[in-house]
């Protein structure tokens, strides 16, 4: 729960908002990495030193629910001769590191990244009439933050999330986000280390796929130039009823279309409910191609493996002349690359996984036919997957959010990959990886064509093509629940 409540007001744990002239003694008592947050929003906000804020009444390091101690709200004017209209600008407090003693981020010094080394910010179109900022946009903000927290996984600039529901719980068309450097909050330097400000972007459906056939960047880019989709500080308006598209054609055909053509998918895979079977093997036989069972513990992705598959959708935003799948140890860097942050998670097990197999026990085998398995959203980003990501030369995961598996397709320019065009199926335990040659995807892009179209077949969907020994089904959700996958 939270409650609504002046920056300034007395509470237990939310002292007065200090600016950064704030006496000595008082900034003492103040958590260090929260004091360097507020003088940012000081030097935006000087008249408004203690806006409204949202605070989760039992703090996240405390046992509540909400990992963001607070979000502030503040009133900007915009600048109406420049297309920026007046609008609520909502400040997270939680995903850096606040306090600097453990309690909920590891201090690892103060060159890197405070915490997760960001904070989210939202920009909501203000009403006529509106007096006070609506308070839902905090508890969207909790829930990234969640998602943040529980997978160790963290955003930035270009990233989009599929919501699948309007932000507001409205009828709005706005129902995902994307994810940009806010306009004008600028990086901190805190005790605790370097904090970034990344904002979420309302979109429509239609924008988030071109998002994702595209990039997130130049989806943006197009935001920026409609004022009523955003304009240059990207300024969600719940009430916009159509896309850019809708409000100028041109676009998708002259930016997204070609850009498509040009530059392929940023998007280098996804979470997903997926999952693949060995046909060329019984499944009575005791070396299943998913798990390789020592005593009665089953065979889970290795933290290795997992790793590398953390690298692959990592390196998403990075177009190489040669995409190169990361090496099953890969070096790891401490801190933010210029793309985004590494997770601080050494393996997607959870603590309850059991015992992970040392990686050298786990072979890579060779597989002569593979049945592939997706639900229908997932299955959806196949022609995606292959037009925007292997054509040009990439590899794009599917990495299982059911199940300990993951689904790795590899074009013939990959280096790093354990597929071979002499070998295309090959396992390293779980992980799966297909490669596939050019002439191939031609082929199956024309059979898989009314996968662009889901809406106008029935599940389940099966694609065959024997010559490859390979089949690919899509199949409801449900089927995905069963322990099996």
């Not at 609520?88 to 080394?117: A, K, N």
Request: glycine share 8%.
């Amino acid at each position: 729960m939270a409650e609504l409540r002046p920056s300034g007001a007395p509470g237990p744990s939310a002292p007065p908002a200090p600016g950064p002239a704030a006496p000595p003694a008082f900034a003492s008592l103040f958590p260090p990495g929260l004091h360097a947050i507020y003088g940012e929003c000081r030097r935006l906000y000087p008249d408004q030193p203690n806006p409204l804020q949202v605070t989760a009444i039992v703090k996240y390091w405390l046992g509540g629910p909400d990992p963001l101690d607070y979000v502030s709200m503040y009133r900007n004017v915009g600048s109406p001769s420049a297309n920026i209209p007046e609008h609520w600008h909502y400040i997270s407090f939680g995903l850096s590191d606040l306090y600097g003693d453990s309690r909920v981020h590891e201090f690892t010094g103060t060159d890197g990244p405070s915490g997760f080394g960001f904070e989210l910010t939202f920009r909501l179109k203000r009403e006529t009439g509106e007096s006070a900022p609506p308070t839902w946009p905090a508890e969207l903000m909790q829930g990234l933050a969640r998602y943040v927290f529980q997978s160790e996984n963290t955003f930035c600039s270009g990233d989009h999330v599929s919501w699948h529901s309007p932000l507001d719980n409205s009828e709005s068309r706005i129902q995902h986000m994307l994810l940009t450097e806010d306009p004008q909050m600028q990086p901190v330097q805190t005790p605790f280390g370097v904090v970034t400000f990344l904002q979420i972007v309302g979109v429509c459906t239609e924008e988030l796929h071109s998002a994702q056939q595209w990039n997130g960047q130049g989806i943006l880019e197009l935001l920026r130039t409609v004022p009523v989709a955003g304009g240059p500080w990207l300024i969600t308006d719940m009430r916009r009823g159509e896309t850019i598209f809708e409000i100028d054609p041109h676009l998708q055909q002259e930016r997204v279309d070609k850009g498509i053509e040009t530059d392929g998918s940023n998007l280098s895979g996804v979470s997903a409910k997926c999952a693949w079977d060995d046909l060329s093997r019984p499944p009575e036989d005791d070396e299943d191609s998913r798990s390789i069972c020592i005593g009665t513990q089953p065979r889970r992705l290795s933290g290795k493996d997992t790793e590398q598959i953390r690298e692959t959708l990592r390196r998403g935003l990075e177009i190489n002349s040669k995409p190169v799948l990361p090496p099953i140890n890969p070096q790891r860097q401490n801190g933010l690359t210029h793309d985004r942050a590494p997770s601080r998670k050494d393996s997607l097990e959870s603590d309850s996984s059991t015992a992970i197999i040392p990686h050298e026990l786990i072979r890579t085998r060779q597989l002569e036919s593979v049945h592939l398995k997706f639900n229908q959203e997932s299955g959806a980003l196949i022609p995606l997957c292959l037009r925007g990501r292997l054509l040009h030369g990439r590899h794009f995961t599917y990495k299982s959010i059911t199940g300990d598996m993951a689904i790795t397709f590899v074009s013939t320019g990959v280096e790093g990959a354990f597929a071979t065009e002499e070998h295309p199926y090959a396992a390293h335990g779980p992980w799966l990886q297909i490669l596939l040659t050019e002439e191939f995807v031609e082929k199956m892009l024309e059979d898989l064509e009314d996968l662009t179209s889901p809406e106008e077949f029935k599940l389940p969907k099966e694609y065959s093509w024997p010559e490859k020994k390979l089949k690919v089904s899509i199949l409801p959700d449900v089927v995905f629940d069963s322990p099996l996958h």
